[in-house]
């Protein structure tokens, strides 16, 4: 295995690891490729976490609720939340204070 590593047949360990945990989350768990390290490892942690609790619940209604509000959660493009989250009329570009004139 190091001397396919050192001849360059096999791509470096950190990439592998990596490469694995993507065809893990898309094939195995679902989700779609992720575009940086730190997403793939945010979404690969948070989709094992939603099937190990899964596994956990009793209720087969139970199981497929959770799962339909998490999977609904994960479709969702998580880095916009805190731009959803602030107070309503802050930071809106073309929105007046309701004056007219000068």
Not at 42 to 48: A, K, R
Not at 87 to 102: F, K, L, N, Q
């Amino acid at each position: 295995l190091p001397l396919l590593w050192a001849l360059g047949v096999l791509s470096p360990v950190d990439a592998l690891f990596l490469w694995g945990m993507e065809q893990v989350l898309v094939f195995g768990l679902g989700g779609s490729p992720m575009s940086t390290d730190l997403r793939l490892l945010l979404m690969f942690l948070v989709s094992v976490a939603v099937a190990v609790c899964a596994a956990f619940i009793p209720s087969a209604l139970g199981v497929v609720l959770f799962i339909t509000a998490a999977g609904f959660l994960l479709s969702l493009d998580l880095s916009q939340v805190p731009g959803l989250l602030r107070p309503c009329g802050t930071g809106v570009v073309g929105m007046g204070d309701g004056r007219s004139g000068p």
